[in-house]
């Protein structure tokens, strides 16, 4: 009897408007493509997928001002890989932002999965995000995709 108050008591909190507008993303970004860059380590023929759709979802300045994304696309293996970030934003034009990014990508396949920082600028419904690191050599890749505004 309790856990079935407590249920209708949770359904009925988040069905408000208030609370829909808290939980409702503000925005979806859809991946596209990337560009692989420099030393990989790995044998020359390495052929990377730079076509990669997906679907992720932000909520923008939330908890401490960050914009927080999660969602999935298809990575550069041709797997899918779930993608979880925050990003700390500043406005630098009428139509313009950039920031920095904290995401941890999670592969299903032979793709990255850890920690991958970068730094991103929005335009518009643009978006460009560039990643590196360095262990004998520089390397990277830089992505790019569409952002539409959903939310409040």
């Avoid at 630098?92 to 990255?112: C, D, K, Q, R």
Wanted: aromatic residues 14%; negative net charge; hydrophobic residues 45%.
């Amino acid at each position: 009897m309790l856990k079935t108050t407590l249920r209708a008591a949770l359904a009925a909190a988040l069905s408000t408007p208030l609370a829909a507008a808290d939980l409702a993303p503000d925005y979806a970004l859809i991946p596209l493509a990337s560009h692989h860059y420099g030393d990989w380590g790995e044998d020359d023929g390495d052929d990377f997928t730079e076509f990669n759709p997906g679907l992720l979802f932000t909520w923008a300045e939330r908890a401490g001002g960050l914009n927080y994304t999660f969602g999935a696309y298809r990575d550069s293996m041709a797997d899918v890989s779930l993608h979880l970030s925050a990003a700390k934003m500043w406005q630098i034009g009428p139509y313009a932002e950039a920031g920095i990014v904290g995401a941890y990508l999670h592969s299903f396949g032979e793709g990255y999965t850890g920690f991958a920082p970068s730094l991103q600028v929005n335009y518009k419904h643009l978006f460009i995000n560039a990643a590196t690191g360095y262990d004998d050599g520089v390397y990277g890749v830089v992505s790019t995709g569409l952002i539409f505004d959903i939310g409040r």
